[in-house]
């Protein structure tokens, strides 16, 4: 490989791994995404002393490509976060690959690929926790649109698909250093046959879990609401947002249902929870649920709580100068229906800038910044719980998964050790336009259905509502910029599986490996140091 092809061949791994993200495209193109880079890191192992700036910065520039190529549309929503977004995770991805490098150079070749594969897994569990995170791009993410060849995500979670993906790339890389040596042909077959059976071992696993997997028939009946309003749109009254919806249910076969779901913020009324029975838009609903004694309506709203005079404030309580008292407001989902009291949910996991200041004791300062570019003035507050929604009989229990939260599959996992037996999504996802922002999102839905073993009901206000089997299938959807009400009958499911008992244990695991390769890098770093002074001043003593 010539050097002036290097820049080439670092685009060309980016646009690979772009291609996964996009509807058409398998993720199979992620087994060998990487190859190119790897070519590159390979070639400056031995060459230079300090190379590893120059292989973060070839790093760079395929992550940049990836980055702009499949999550551009951020822009439509804020040109600050799209910025922000693609610069971070540019940043830290390169961060991980040169550290591949640094590790492979100073220890040696079978640590050093080890060490992609778990400091990639750990980068991964990191920003899937972190306060500052954005997971969009995760590569076990990639496989979102091949449900057929990803069920054991029941076992591993996204991780997984993040490890196979890894371990594939090293080995296919190996294997073409191989040929390109002119190693003789039994070799190179015995070289391939680890490639193929770790490609193709999951693959036919997962065909034998989807064709051997049957729902138990526990059967709900649910019609999802699809407002389409544009959610750039001038201010729309909460009488005339409640009878759209109204008209959008009536429309259906409400009579058959046992669920209406509406997107998120679907009513943007003031709703106080001091006072939440005496709100306008729960009245209404309350009252258009006597039509349907027996159905549940679940949609989003804005909630905000009033803090007394003496009681103890949050980190993200707000004060309000005139009356004068501090509160706290809320991306909540609420449930009502005709007989029990109103169930609500707080969203906890926020997105940065928009909803959230990350660190909100220490970074209160930035509000003003953040409020300048389209974000909250404060944090909105959360809870530190996956709440559930029971229905009237006791027999079902949804999880009221809002938005953004349906990126994190371990997040997921704590509605269902709840006792959730279906998935609601409600979201917004007009703010990003007619782009590949709302389709990618809705692809990981499917990913939490598989993990699961969920089926999910999703109701978008400007984006798709659909409904998703426990097989992580689209079995039915209404698409983006269409105004209507879609229904489907979902079976409920209580039993657990092996990732919802355990979440992301393979990000642990991988944590706790890169942290004794590094502190190794780190010896074996002080040691050649220390040697490299001894030499020095050994060589200036007088002879």
Same mark, same amino acid.
């Given at each position: 490989m010539?050097?002036?092809?290097?820049i080439?061949?670092?685009? $060309?791994?980016g646009?690979l791994l772009?291609?996964?993200?996009?509807?058409?495209?398998s993720g199979?193109?992620?087994?060998?995404?990487?190859?190119?880079l790897?070519?590159i890191?390979?070639?400056?192992l031995?060459?230079l002393e300090h190379?590893?700036?120059?292989?973060?910065?070839?790093a760079s520039?395929?992550?940049?490509?990836w980055n702009?190529?499949?999550?551009w549309?951020?822009?439509n929503?804020s040109?600050?976060?799209?910025?922000?977004?693609? &610069?971070?995770n540019?940043?830290?991805?390169s961060v991980v690959f040169?550290?591949y490098?640094?590790t492979?150079?100073?220890?040696?070749?079978a640590?050093?690929?080890?060490?992609?594969?778990?400091y990639w897994?750990?980068f991964?569990?990191?920003?899937?926790?972190?306060?500052?995170?954005?997971p969009?791009?995760n590569?076990?993410?990639?496989f979102a649109?091949?449900?057929l060849?990803?069920q054991?995500?029941?076992?591993?979670?996204?991780l997984?698909?993040?490890a196979?993906?890894l371990?594939?790339?090293?080995?296919?890389f190996d294997?073409?250093k191989?040929?390109?040596r002119r190693k003789?042909?039994? $070799?190179n077959?015995?070289?391939m046959?680890?490639?193929t059976?770790i490609?193709?071992?999951?693959?036919?696993?997962? $065909?034998?879990?989807?064709?051997n997997y049957?729902?138990?028939?526990?059967?709900v009946?649910?019609?999802a609401i699809?407002?389409n =309003?544009d959610?750039?749109?001038?201010f729309i009254?909460?009488a005339t947002q409640c009878?759209?919806?109204?008209?959008? =249910? +009536?429309?259906a076969?409400?009579?058959?249902?046992d669920y209406?779901v509406?997107p @998120?913020?679907a009513?943007t009324?003031d709703?106080? @929870?001091?006072?939440?029975?005496d709100?306008?838009?729960v009245a209404a609903i309350?009252?258009?649920m006597n039509?349907?004694?027996?159905?549940?309506?679940?949609?989003g709203?804005y909630t905000?709580?009033?803090?007394?005079?003496k009681e103890?404030?949050?980190a993200?309580?707000?004060w309000?100068?005139n009356?004068?008292y501090?509160? +706290?407001?809320?991306?909540?989902a609420l449930?009502?229906?005709?007989?029990m009291?109103?169930?609500?949910?707080?969203k906890?996991?926020?997105v940065v800038g &928009?909803?959230k *200041?990350?660190y909100?004791?220490?970074l209160?300062f930035?509000g003003?910044?953040?409020e300048?570019f389209?974000?909250s003035?404060?944090?909105h507050?959360?809870q530190?719980?996956?709440g559930?929604?029971?229905?009237?009989d006791?027999k079902?229990? *949804?999880?009221? &998964?809002?938005?953004?939260?349906s $990126?994190?599959?371990?997040?997921?996992?704590?509605y269902?050790?709840g006792?959730?037996n279906?998935?609601f =999504?409600i979201?917004?996802?007009?703010?990003?336009g007619?782009?590949p922002?709302?389709?990618?999102?809705l692809?990981?839905?499917?990913?939490?259905?598989?993990e699961?073993?969920?089926s999910?009901?999703?109701?978008?206000n400007?984006? *798709?509502?659909?409904?998703i089997?426990?097989r992580g299938?689209?079995?039915?959807?209404l698409?983006?910029g269409?105004k209507?009400?879609?229904?489907c009958?979902l079976n409920a499911?209580?039993?657990k599986?092996?990732?919802v008992?355990h979440?992301?244990y393979?990000?642990?695991?991988?944590s706790?490996?890169s942290?004794v390769i590094?502190?190794?890098l780190?010896?074996?770093s002080f040691a050649f140091?220390k040697?490299k002074?001894?030499?020095k001043?050994?060589?200036k003593?007088?002879?």
């Amino acid at each position: 490989m010539q050097k002036n092809h290097f820049i080439f061949h670092a685009i $060309v791994c980016g646009l690979l791994l772009c291609l996964p993200w996009y509807e058409g495209f398998s993720g199979l193109f992620l087994c060998f995404a990487l190859i190119p880079l790897l070519f590159i890191e390979d070639s400056y192992l031995n060459k230079l002393e300090h190379s590893g700036k120059i292989i973060f910065l070839y790093a760079s520039l395929s992550f940049l490509v990836w980055n702009i190529g499949t999550t551009w549309w951020i822009a439509n929503a804020s040109l600050a976060g799209a910025f922000t977004a693609i &610069v971070i995770n540019t940043f830290l991805l390169s961060v991980v690959f040169w550290l591949y490098h640094t590790t492979r150079k100073v220890i040696g070749d079978a640590l050093g690929k080890l060490s992609l594969v778990v400091y990639w897994i750990a980068f991964e569990y990191f920003y899937l926790n972190a306060e500052i995170s954005w997971p969009w791009l995760n590569l076990g993410n990639g496989f979102a649109h091949d449900t057929l060849l990803i069920q054991w995500y029941e076992y591993t979670g996204t991780l997984g698909g993040t490890a196979w993906v890894l371990i594939i790339n090293l080995l296919i890389f190996d294997s073409l250093k191989q040929v390109l040596r002119r190693k003789n042909s039994s $070799v190179n077959l015995l070289h391939m046959l680890p490639v193929t059976l770790i490609l193709t071992l999951p693959m036919l696993l997962s $065909v034998f879990l989807y064709h051997n997997y049957s729902e138990k028939k526990n059967p709900v009946n649910i019609i999802a609401i699809q407002p389409n =309003i544009d959610p750039y749109s001038k201010f729309i009254s909460p009488a005339t947002q409640c009878s759209n919806l109204f008209s959008l =249910i +009536d429309s259906a076969r409400a009579k058959a249902a046992d669920y209406f779901v509406a997107p @998120e913020v679907a009513i943007t009324d003031d709703v106080w @929870e001091n006072n939440l029975e005496d709100n306008y838009s729960v009245a209404a609903i309350k009252k258009f649920m006597n039509l349907y004694p027996t159905v549940q309506f679940v949609y989003g709203s804005y909630t905000y709580k009033k803090f007394g005079d003496k009681e103890a404030k949050s980190a993200t309580a707000k004060w309000m100068k005139n009356p004068g008292y501090y509160f +706290d407001s809320y991306n909540s989902a609420l449930q009502i229906n005709a007989g029990m009291p109103v169930q609500k949910y707080h969203k906890s996991m926020l997105v940065v800038g &928009v909803e959230k *200041i990350p660190y909100p004791k220490i970074l209160r300062f930035a509000g003003k910044i953040v409020e300048h570019f389209g974000g909250s003035y404060a944090s909105h507050a959360t809870q530190d719980y996956r709440g559930v929604f029971e229905s009237a009989d006791k027999k079902t229990k *949804i999880a009221p &998964v809002i938005c953004y939260e349906s $990126v994190y599959g371990e997040f997921v996992t704590g509605y269902v050790k709840g006792g959730a037996n279906l998935i609601f =999504i409600i979201t917004n996802d007009g703010w990003w336009g007619n782009t590949p922002g709302h389709r990618q999102h809705l692809a990981y839905a499917r990913l939490r259905a598989i993990e699961t073993r969920r089926s999910v009901a999703r109701s978008a206000n400007t984006g *798709i509502s659909a409904f998703i089997n426990q097989r992580g299938e689209l079995i039915k959807s209404l698409e983006y910029g269409r105004k209507g009400a879609i229904e489907c009958t979902l079976n409920a499911n209580d039993e657990k599986t092996f990732y919802v008992k355990h979440g992301d244990y393979l990000g642990w695991i991988a944590s706790i490996i890169s942290g004794v390769i590094v502190l190794m890098l780190l010896a074996r770093s002080f040691a050649f140091s220390k040697s490299k002074t001894s030499i020095k001043t050994r060589d200036k003593k007088p002879k």
